[in-house]
């Protein structure tokens, strides 16, 4: 059984334009304070971001907000969390969420949401980490993107090893089920040095 301890959600910064969205950001952070495992996200107090960490905080969790300084000085750093740690550029901020956190699963979101899991799932892929990475597929939000990803195996892309290791679904009892058995079954890249 894996012990998850944090876990970083990577979602919108705005609300999305149907209410499931913010339902199932709070039913997630509910569920991550029940669990008693601490959230890891990107600081803010607006969109699904500060939905999911409201309700961690009103569920007695702990959460861990990582925000650029810039953010901070536009005042939407959120002012109730756990740990705020203030960086000085995205790319630290990316960094920092991945050292504090067990797992990572991203809640509906836009460009922000894609790039931040989508470094997750390359470094998983050239085996950089061994932690599960989930799509929290609300009301078929990520349909497209699953298709995408088996486009891209059927295409010679991605190993079929390495799309299975991507969850995909709409249950949150599923994705911390899917979570705590979780086994990586690390494959290495196309290129070798017999290959170079």
Not at 94 to 113: H, I
């Amino acid at each position: 059984m894996r012990d998850i301890k944090a876990l970083c959600v990577y979602c919108g910064s705005s609300s999305g334009s149907r209410p499931e969205y913010t339902e199932a950001a709070k039913a997630f952070g509910a569920r991550l304070a029940k669990e008693n495992i601490a959230l890891v996200y990107g600081g803010g107090k607006v969109g699904l971001m500060g939905t999911v960490a409201d309700a961690v905080v009103a569920g007695g969790g702990r959460v861990i907000g990582v925000i650029p300084r810039q953010l901070v000085e536009k005042e939407v750093a959120h002012t109730g969390l756990s740990e705020l740690h203030v960086v000085e550029t995205m790319h630290e901020r990316k960094t920092r969420m991945y050292e504090l956190s067990d797992a990572f699963v991203a809640l509906p979101g836009g460009f922000g949401t894609m790039d931040e899991m989508f470094e997750m799932l390359t470094w998983a892929q050239l085996g950089l980490h061994t932690y599960p990475c989930a799509f929290l597929d609300v009301l078929g939000f990520y349909k497209g993107l699953a298709a995408s990803m088996d486009h891209m195996v059927a295409e010679g892309f991605v190993k079929k090893v390495q799309r299975e290791q991507v969850w995909f679904g709409d249950s949150i009892d599923a994705v911390f089920d899917w979570m705590k058995t979780y086994e990586s079954t690390y494959t290495p890249k196309w290129i070798t040095k017999e290959s170079v």
